[in-house]
């Protein structure tokens, strides 16, 4: 594994990289992880490949200035990344939130991809307070991330939500998880912040099913308890040739020792 840098314009992105070979994979992580989380999944690599595992703003080593992040700053990482490996295209990966920005770079970066692997992806249409609260308006949001600085008033009125049955109960966990400290602050805002940018994946839907030549397979617990299989029923019914593998006693970490060898034979390519 070697750490490098990226500079953007708006930070500097740490990545990791696990192999050398020439095939070049691209992996964004999930929301509150880092790059290092697909470390284990390097042994399950098709030969002769090179695993890029990107750290997020406001994840892991990635030094970040701005309080958002958008597409144009991950493909400005891409392209230098394409430019050091002296590549073209190269296969997506993205797990949860990562998969989820996979999604949302479909409409620039899907001509220059080999493949697109989705695991467990966020942002896909579903209801509850999950929605409103990922759909609110840019300037709402950014009204209520000045808040963030009450932390422990916005923990209170939440148990206060949560008691009158008004929040559910893993919204409420999620919620004390990551407003502990000024740096999950921190996270938790800018990438409440940044996916106002691509709040709709229709499009990236459209994008995909109109490059049939793609290669798309998503994978998922079944028992999934962030994002519910209606959600996961909605992508596989607008990207025809999607592949979608589904895991029986499987929840939504399936970067977990016990789930990983479960799905890691299917990346690998014949």
């Known amino acids: 594994m070697q750490k490098n840098i990226l500079q953007l314009s ?5 990545y ?10 691209i992996a964004f992580h999930g929301f509150a992880r880092e790059g290092s989380s697909f470390a284990s999944l390097a042994q399950f690599l098709p030969k002769n ?7 997020l703003p406001w994840h892991g080593g ?6 958002n992040f958008t597409v144009a700053d991950i493909v400005q990482a891409i392209d230098q990344l394409l430019r050091l490996r002296q590549q ?4 997506a990966l993205g797990f949860s939130f990562g998969a989820r920005l996979c999604l949302a770079l479909a409409s620039v970066e899907a001509r220059r991809w080999e493949r697109l692997i989705l695991l467990a992806p966020d942002g896909l249409p579903r209801g509850g307070w ?8 840019l ?21 206060t939500l949560y008691n009158w049955k008004l929040l559910d109960g893993l919204s409420y966990r999620f919620l004390r998880l990551h407003l502990q400290s000024e740096s999950s602050c921190k996270r938790l805002a800018g990438i409440w912040i940044s996916a106002a940018a691509f709040p709709s994946l229709r499009k990236s839907f459209k994008q995909i099913a109109a490059t049939p030549h793609l290669p798309v397979q998503l ?15 909605h992508l596989a019914q607008h990207i025809p040739q999607l592949q979608w593998t589904k895991l029986a006693h499987a929840d939504h970490d399936l970067l977990s020792a016990a789930v990983l060898p479960r799905w890691g034979n299917i990346i690998q390519e014949s």
């Open 62 to 67: 990635t030094e970040w200035r701005e309080t």
């Open 88 to 91: 073209t295209h190269y296969t």
């Open 16 to 25: 990791l990289q696990y192999g050398t070979g020439s095939r070049l994979w």
């Open 130 to 137: 999950y929605q409103f609260v990922d759909q609110v308006p």
């Open 219 to 233: 994978v998922t617990g079944n028992e999934d308890s962030v994002i519910p299989q209606t959600a996961f029923a």
């Open 49 to 55: 490949t090179c695993l890029i595992a990107l750290d």
């Open 139 to 159: 300037g709402f949001k950014k009204q209520v991330v000045k808040l963030f600085a009450q932390a422990q008033v916005l923990l209170r009125l939440a148990s």
């Open 10 to 14: 708006g930070g500097q992105l740490q």
